[in-house]
């Protein structure tokens, strides 16, 4: 498999909607290992495939959650979530960060619940509940597949600080990504 470059805020790709899913062969058992390894170097929680700038409708999560490992892949992903809080982001607990916006974290109000229903790279049928830090990142990575950046999610200040950060720097051209080496990590962003 391969460590593939990340797309960064402000390339069309990351908000553009993703293509369902309707091959499953060899092509795309590769993406899904392209995908953990690309992950797994980055160190991230989780990555669409769109972050890669593959367009089809798939993600991959691996992560630690109350001393649990969860990891698996989506394919034709459907979300569905407890209510979204009505209150401003608690800036301690609601932290959120994304490999497409490296090195930067604001918080984000998600849905304390999740269930995610897809098939895996096989087309079998998966279905995936979560809460806490997991729930988190299902929404996260199937908003990527939505053609929206957990930065369109930001509200008050916190909107008004993430615009401010795009452009100073210079995130509003396409074609910015950074190359994950273990070693590095996001600090490495281009």
């Not at 200040?157 to 100073?168: D, S, T, W």
Request: a negative charge; hydrophobic letters at 40%.
């Amino acid at each position: 498999m391969t460590v593939r470059p990340i797309l960064i805020a402000g390339d069309p790709r990351l908000t553009t909607t993703a293509v369902p899913v309707s091959v499953f062969d060899d092509d795309l058992a590769t993406l899904v290992g392209d995908l953990f390894d690309t992950n797994t170097a980055a160190p991230g929680a989780g990555l669409a495939a769109n972050q890669i700038g593959d367009p089809r409708a798939v993600f991959v999560y691996d992560l630690v959650d109350a001393g649990t490992r969860y990891r698996g892949h989506i394919v034709n992903p459907v979300l569905r979530t407890s209510e979204l809080p009505e209150t401003m982001p608690d800036p301690d607990d609601d932290l959120e960060g994304c490999l497409s916006v490296p090195g930067e974290w604001f918080p984000t109000a998600r849905g304390y619940r999740a269930e995610v229903t897809g098939v895996d790279m096989t087309g079998r049928p998966v279905t995936v509940e979560a809460a806490g830090y997991l729930a988190r990142c299902l929404q996260h990575e199937t908003d990527h597949l939505a053609g929206m950046l957990y930065l369109d999610r930001l509200i008050g200040r916190n909107r008004r600080a993430a615009r401010k950060m795009i452009k100073e720097r210079c995130w509003t051209v396409p074609g910015n990504s950074w190359l994950p080496v273990a070693e590095q990590g996001p600090a490495a962003a281009q």
